[in-house]
Protein backbone atom coordinates (compact mmCIF):
# COMPACT_ATOMS: atom_id res chain seq x y z
CA UNK A 1 0.00 0.00 0.00
CA UNK A 2 1.23 3.18 -1.07
CA UNK A 3 1.14 6.24 1.65
CA UNK A 4 2.06 9.81 0.91
CA UNK A 5 4.28 12.15 3.62
CA UNK A 6 4.58 15.65 3.79
CA UNK A 7 8.33 16.65 4.69
CA UNK A 8 8.72 20.98 5.73
CA UNK A 9 11.79 22.25 3.86
CA UNK A 10 13.46 25.84 3.17
CA UNK A 11 11.04 25.89 0.41
CA UNK A 12 8.01 24.38 1.16
CA UNK A 13 6.19 21.80 1.51
CA UNK A 14 7.43 18.67 -0.66
CA UNK A 15 5.25 15.09 -1.21
CA UNK A 16 7.87 11.54 -0.96
CA UNK A 17 6.05 8.55 -2.62
CA UNK A 18 6.36 5.59 -0.40
CA UNK A 19 6.02 2.16 -1.89
CA UNK A 20 7.06 -1.01 0.30
CA UNK A 21 10.53 -0.94 1.25
CA UNK A 22 11.51 1.70 -1.28
CA UNK A 23 11.59 5.60 -0.56
CA UNK A 24 12.41 7.76 -2.79
CA UNK A 25 11.67 11.59 -3.47
CA UNK A 26 9.72 12.39 -6.87
CA UNK A 27 11.55 15.51 -8.68
CA UNK A 28 9.86 17.12 -11.65
CA UNK A 29 11.51 19.07 -13.86
CA UNK A 30 9.61 22.59 -13.88
CA UNK A 31 10.10 22.83 -17.96
CA UNK A 32 8.77 19.68 -18.13
CA UNK A 33 5.73 20.50 -16.32
CA UNK A 34 5.43 23.71 -18.15
CA UNK A 35 5.90 22.17 -21.55
CA UNK A 36 3.04 19.16 -20.68
CA UNK A 37 0.55 22.04 -19.67
CA UNK A 38 1.09 23.94 -22.62
CA UNK A 39 0.35 20.95 -25.13
CA UNK A 40 -2.51 20.30 -22.86
CA UNK A 41 -4.13 23.55 -23.07
CA UNK A 42 -3.39 24.42 -27.08
CA UNK A 43 -5.03 20.98 -27.32
CA UNK A 44 -8.06 21.72 -25.45
CA UNK A 45 -8.53 25.32 -28.02
CA UNK A 46 -8.01 23.37 -31.20
CA UNK A 47 -10.98 21.04 -29.49
CA UNK A 48 -13.08 23.57 -28.14
CA UNK A 49 -12.15 26.75 -30.65
CA UNK A 50 -11.20 28.99 -28.37
CA UNK A 51 -9.45 30.92 -30.85
CA UNK A 52 -6.01 30.09 -30.85
CA UNK A 53 -5.63 28.25 -34.05
CA UNK A 54 -7.85 30.40 -37.08
CA UNK A 55 -11.22 29.20 -38.29
CA UNK A 56 -9.93 28.52 -41.82
CA UNK A 57 -7.49 26.21 -40.32
CA UNK A 58 -9.72 24.35 -38.41
CA UNK A 59 -12.51 24.46 -41.27
CA UNK A 60 -9.49 23.25 -43.74
CA UNK A 61 -9.35 20.42 -41.27
CA UNK A 62 -12.40 19.84 -41.14
CA UNK A 63 -13.02 19.49 -44.53
CA UNK A 64 -10.21 17.33 -44.87
CA UNK A 65 -10.59 15.08 -42.45
CA UNK A 66 -14.36 14.73 -42.50
CA UNK A 67 -13.71 13.64 -46.81
CA UNK A 68 -10.89 11.74 -46.40
CA UNK A 69 -12.51 9.83 -43.41
CA UNK A 70 -13.82 7.12 -45.57
CA UNK A 71 -14.59 4.28 -43.65
CA UNK A 72 -17.10 6.13 -41.33
CA UNK A 73 -19.11 8.11 -43.72
CA UNK A 74 -19.94 4.93 -46.12
CA UNK A 75 -20.71 3.26 -43.02
CA UNK A 76 -23.01 6.34 -42.12
CA UNK A 77 -24.31 5.93 -45.28
CA UNK A 78 -25.16 2.37 -45.43
CA UNK A 79 -26.27 2.27 -41.99
CA UNK A 80 -29.03 5.51 -43.58
CA UNK A 81 -30.08 2.94 -46.35
CA UNK A 82 -30.53 0.04 -44.20
CA UNK A 83 -33.05 1.65 -41.73
CA UNK A 84 -34.84 3.59 -44.34
CA UNK A 85 -36.12 -0.06 -45.83
CA UNK A 86 -35.68 -2.07 -43.05
CA UNK A 87 -38.31 -4.95 -43.22
CA UNK A 88 -38.55 -4.33 -46.84
CA UNK A 89 -38.50 -7.12 -49.04
CA UNK A 90 -36.92 -5.25 -52.06
CA UNK A 91 -34.90 -3.09 -50.19
CA UNK A 92 -33.65 0.45 -52.57
CA UNK A 93 -34.82 -1.72 -55.45
CA UNK A 94 -38.28 -0.03 -54.44
CA UNK A 95 -36.44 2.94 -56.02
CA UNK A 96 -35.24 1.17 -58.90
CA UNK A 97 -38.86 -0.30 -59.76
CA UNK A 98 -39.99 3.06 -59.21
CA UNK A 99 -37.65 4.95 -61.92
CA UNK A 100 -38.19 2.16 -64.35
CA UNK A 101 -41.91 2.57 -64.63
CA UNK A 102 -41.45 6.34 -64.77
CA UNK A 103 -38.99 5.98 -67.75
CA UNK A 104 -41.21 3.35 -69.63
CA UNK A 105 -44.35 5.94 -69.03
CA UNK A 106 -42.45 8.99 -70.05
CA UNK A 107 -40.58 7.10 -72.75
CA UNK A 108 -43.40 6.07 -74.31
CA UNK A 109 -45.28 9.56 -74.05
CA UNK A 110 -43.08 12.08 -74.97
CA UNK A 111 -41.19 10.11 -77.69
CA UNK A 112 -44.57 9.99 -79.75
CA UNK A 113 -45.20 14.11 -78.79
CA UNK A 114 -41.35 14.94 -79.57
CA UNK A 115 -41.40 12.21 -82.73
CA UNK A 116 -38.51 10.93 -81.86
CA UNK A 117 -37.27 7.08 -82.57
CA UNK A 118 -37.38 5.46 -79.67
CA UNK A 119 -34.17 3.54 -79.78
CA UNK A 120 -32.83 7.02 -79.07
CA UNK A 121 -34.87 8.83 -77.19
CA UNK A 122 -35.21 5.90 -74.76
CA UNK A 123 -31.92 5.81 -73.63
CA UNK A 124 -31.37 9.27 -73.31
CA UNK A 125 -34.59 10.07 -71.26
CA UNK A 126 -33.14 7.18 -69.24
CA UNK A 127 -30.34 8.70 -68.13
CA UNK A 128 -31.32 12.56 -68.08
CA UNK A 129 -34.09 10.99 -65.02
CA UNK A 130 -31.66 8.40 -63.28
CA UNK A 131 -28.62 11.55 -63.27
CA UNK A 132 -31.28 13.68 -62.08
CA UNK A 133 -32.92 11.66 -59.52
CA UNK A 134 -28.94 11.73 -58.12
CA UNK A 135 -27.84 15.11 -58.47
CA UNK A 136 -31.24 16.91 -57.23
CA UNK A 137 -31.69 14.10 -54.26
CA UNK A 138 -28.00 14.97 -53.28
CA UNK A 139 -28.87 18.88 -52.97
CA UNK A 140 -32.04 18.54 -51.55
CA UNK A 141 -30.88 16.09 -48.52
CA UNK A 142 -27.55 17.68 -48.20
CA UNK A 143 -29.48 20.76 -47.74
CA UNK A 144 -30.96 18.93 -44.53
CA UNK A 145 -27.86 17.17 -43.65
CA UNK A 146 -27.35 19.45 -40.18
CA UNK A 147 -30.95 19.92 -39.17
CA UNK A 148 -31.97 16.21 -39.92
CA UNK A 149 -28.87 14.82 -37.84
CA UNK A 150 -29.21 17.30 -35.04
CA UNK A 151 -28.73 14.48 -32.28
CA UNK A 152 -25.53 13.51 -34.02
CA UNK A 153 -23.87 16.57 -33.95
CA UNK A 154 -24.32 17.44 -30.60
CA UNK A 155 -24.01 14.27 -29.03
CA UNK A 156 -20.35 13.13 -30.82
CA UNK A 157 -17.78 15.81 -32.27
CA UNK A 158 -17.15 15.27 -36.03
CA UNK A 159 -16.32 17.12 -38.64
CA UNK A 160 -19.26 18.60 -40.06
CA UNK A 161 -18.24 17.62 -43.55
CA UNK A 162 -18.82 13.83 -42.72
CA UNK A 163 -22.60 14.29 -42.65
CA UNK A 164 -22.29 15.77 -46.07
CA UNK A 165 -20.05 12.98 -47.86
CA UNK A 166 -22.21 10.61 -45.66
CA UNK A 167 -25.40 12.18 -47.77
CA UNK A 168 -23.72 12.09 -51.48
CA UNK A 169 -22.70 8.58 -50.80
CA UNK A 170 -26.27 7.89 -50.14
CA UNK A 171 -27.53 9.11 -52.83
CA UNK A 172 -24.44 6.97 -54.74
CA UNK A 173 -25.64 4.15 -53.68
CA UNK A 174 -28.95 4.86 -54.88
CA UNK A 175 -27.39 5.72 -58.26
CA UNK A 176 -25.33 2.71 -58.52
CA UNK A 177 -29.04 0.48 -57.89
CA UNK A 178 -31.05 2.82 -60.41
CA UNK A 179 -28.16 1.77 -63.18
CA UNK A 180 -29.31 -1.61 -63.69
CA UNK A 181 -31.81 0.06 -65.39
CA UNK A 182 -30.19 1.87 -67.88
CA UNK A 183 -28.00 -1.88 -68.76
CA UNK A 184 -31.18 -3.11 -69.91
CA UNK A 185 -32.34 -0.23 -71.93
CA UNK A 186 -29.06 -0.18 -73.40
CA UNK A 187 -29.06 -4.17 -73.65
CA UNK A 188 -32.41 -3.76 -75.83
CA UNK A 189 -31.38 -1.44 -77.91
CA UNK A 190 -27.67 -2.50 -78.54
CA UNK A 191 -25.96 1.02 -77.43
CA UNK A 192 -21.91 0.50 -76.85
CA UNK A 193 -20.21 3.76 -76.14
CA UNK A 194 -16.73 1.93 -76.61
CA UNK A 195 -13.93 4.22 -74.97
CA UNK A 196 -15.34 7.57 -75.11
CA UNK A 197 -17.11 5.71 -71.56
CA UNK A 198 -14.02 6.54 -70.11
CA UNK A 199 -14.72 10.03 -69.51
CA UNK A 200 -17.47 9.04 -67.17
CA UNK A 201 -14.74 8.46 -64.51
CA UNK A 202 -13.32 12.38 -64.16
CA UNK A 203 -17.12 13.69 -64.66
CA UNK A 204 -18.35 11.31 -62.26
CA UNK A 205 -15.14 12.54 -59.74
CA UNK A 206 -15.93 16.41 -60.35
CA UNK A 207 -19.69 16.36 -60.37
CA UNK A 208 -19.50 14.67 -57.19
CA UNK A 209 -17.13 17.24 -55.56
CA UNK A 210 -19.59 19.74 -57.11
CA UNK A 211 -22.59 18.56 -55.14
CA UNK A 212 -20.71 18.28 -52.11
CA UNK A 213 -19.96 22.27 -52.07
CA UNK A 214 -23.12 22.83 -52.68
CA UNK A 215 -24.96 20.51 -50.30
CA UNK A 216 -22.78 22.18 -47.85
CA UNK A 217 -22.99 25.66 -48.26
CA UNK A 218 -26.93 24.75 -48.75
CA UNK A 219 -26.64 22.62 -45.69
CA UNK A 220 -25.25 26.19 -43.79
CA UNK A 221 -27.64 28.17 -44.86
CA UNK A 222 -30.91 25.66 -43.70
CA UNK A 223 -29.29 25.32 -40.34
CA UNK A 224 -29.66 28.92 -40.24
CA UNK A 225 -32.78 29.92 -41.99
CA UNK A 226 -35.37 27.10 -41.91
CA UNK A 227 -37.19 28.19 -44.84
CA UNK A 228 -34.19 27.64 -47.23
CA UNK A 229 -34.64 24.22 -47.62
CA UNK A 230 -38.53 24.54 -48.61
CA UNK A 231 -36.90 27.20 -51.15
CA UNK A 232 -34.50 25.27 -52.68
CA UNK A 233 -37.27 21.95 -53.09
CA UNK A 234 -39.40 24.14 -55.46
CA UNK A 235 -36.37 25.64 -57.39
CA UNK A 236 -35.45 21.88 -57.75
CA UNK A 237 -38.27 20.91 -58.92
CA UNK A 238 -38.70 24.12 -60.98
CA UNK A 239 -35.58 23.19 -62.57
CA UNK A 240 -36.42 19.86 -64.14
CA UNK A 241 -38.68 21.21 -66.09
CA UNK A 242 -36.38 23.62 -67.80
CA UNK A 243 -33.71 21.40 -68.12
CA UNK A 244 -32.80 18.91 -70.97
CA UNK A 245 -33.68 15.62 -69.12
CA UNK A 246 -36.65 14.67 -70.90
CA UNK A 247 -36.30 16.93 -73.62
CA UNK A 248 -33.59 17.42 -76.18
CA UNK A 249 -31.60 21.00 -76.55
CA UNK A 250 -32.13 20.58 -80.17
CA UNK A 251 -36.15 21.50 -79.75
CA UNK A 252 -35.24 24.98 -78.53
CA UNK A 253 -32.32 26.90 -80.90
CA UNK A 254 -33.70 30.12 -79.67
CA UNK A 255 -33.70 30.11 -76.03
CA UNK A 256 -29.80 28.69 -74.97
CA UNK A 257 -29.72 30.55 -72.03
CA UNK A 258 -31.99 27.78 -70.39
CA UNK A 259 -29.01 25.02 -71.60
CA UNK A 260 -25.48 27.02 -71.89
CA UNK A 261 -26.27 29.49 -68.65
CA UNK A 262 -28.18 26.20 -66.50
CA UNK A 263 -25.45 24.50 -64.45
CA UNK A 264 -27.78 21.38 -63.65
CA UNK A 265 -27.69 20.79 -67.57
CA UNK A 266 -23.60 20.94 -67.88
CA UNK A 267 -23.66 18.23 -64.81
CA UNK A 268 -25.89 16.18 -66.62
CA UNK A 269 -24.45 16.17 -70.04
CA UNK A 270 -21.09 15.65 -68.49
CA UNK A 271 -22.42 12.19 -67.34
CA UNK A 272 -25.04 11.41 -70.04
CA UNK A 273 -22.80 12.27 -72.85
CA UNK A 274 -19.93 9.35 -72.81
CA UNK A 275 -22.78 6.72 -71.43
CA UNK A 276 -24.34 7.16 -74.98
CA UNK A 277 -21.04 6.98 -77.05
CA UNK A 278 -20.81 11.21 -77.52
CA UNK A 279 -18.24 13.69 -77.18
CA UNK A 280 -18.49 15.69 -74.09
CA UNK A 281 -19.30 19.19 -75.21
CA UNK A 282 -16.49 21.67 -74.76
CA UNK A 283 -17.83 24.45 -72.97
CA UNK A 284 -19.70 21.69 -70.40
CA UNK A 285 -16.20 20.78 -69.53
CA UNK A 286 -15.65 24.24 -68.33
CA UNK A 287 -18.56 25.45 -66.80
CA UNK A 288 -18.61 22.72 -64.34
CA UNK A 289 -14.39 22.84 -63.59
CA UNK A 290 -15.27 26.84 -63.37
CA UNK A 291 -18.22 26.18 -60.86
CA UNK A 292 -16.22 24.07 -59.50
CA UNK A 293 -13.00 26.22 -58.04
CA UNK A 294 -15.69 29.09 -57.36
CA UNK A 295 -17.91 26.60 -55.55
CA UNK A 296 -15.34 25.55 -53.30
CA UNK A 297 -14.19 28.98 -52.37
CA UNK A 298 -17.64 30.58 -51.64
CA UNK A 299 -18.36 27.48 -49.51
CA UNK A 300 -14.69 27.30 -47.92
CA UNK A 301 -15.45 30.95 -46.56
CA UNK A 302 -19.16 30.85 -45.17
CA UNK A 303 -17.85 27.19 -43.41
CA UNK A 304 -15.19 29.59 -42.04
CA UNK A 305 -16.98 31.73 -40.91
CA UNK A 306 -20.27 30.41 -39.16
CA UNK A 307 -18.69 26.51 -38.62
CA UNK A 308 -18.80 26.88 -35.07
CA UNK A 309 -22.16 28.73 -34.81
CA UNK A 310 -24.10 25.48 -36.88
CA UNK A 311 -24.07 23.48 -33.46
CA UNK A 312 -25.75 27.04 -31.47
CA UNK A 313 -27.84 26.97 -34.73
CA UNK A 314 -29.20 23.67 -33.89
Same mark, same amino acid.
Given at each position: ?????????????????????????????? #??? +????????????????????????????????????????????? *?????????????? =?????????????????????? *???????????????????????????????????????? !?????? +?????? +????? $???????? &???????????????? #??????????????? %??????? %? &????????????? @? !?? $? @????? =????????????????? %????????????? %?? &????????????????? $?????????????????? *? *??????
Amino acid at each position: MSDLKIEATGDGAKPEALSGAYRGETKLDA #NVM +TGAATAGAVEREIVFDTGAVSQKSLAARDIIDGLSNFPLWSMIGW *RDIKQRYRRSTLGP =FWLTLSMAFMVTGLGLVYGALF *RMELSKYLPFLCLGLILWEFISKSIIEGASSFVLLEGLIK !QIRLPL +TTHIAS +TIWRN $VIVLGHNA &AIYLVVATIFQINPGW #NALWFIPAFFVVTLN %LTWIALL %L &AILCTRFRDVSLI @V !QS $V @VQMLF =FVTPIFWSPSLMPGRTI %LVHGNPFYHMVEV %LR &APILGEPVPLDSWVFVS $VMLVVGWITSFYLFAKFR *R *RIAYWL
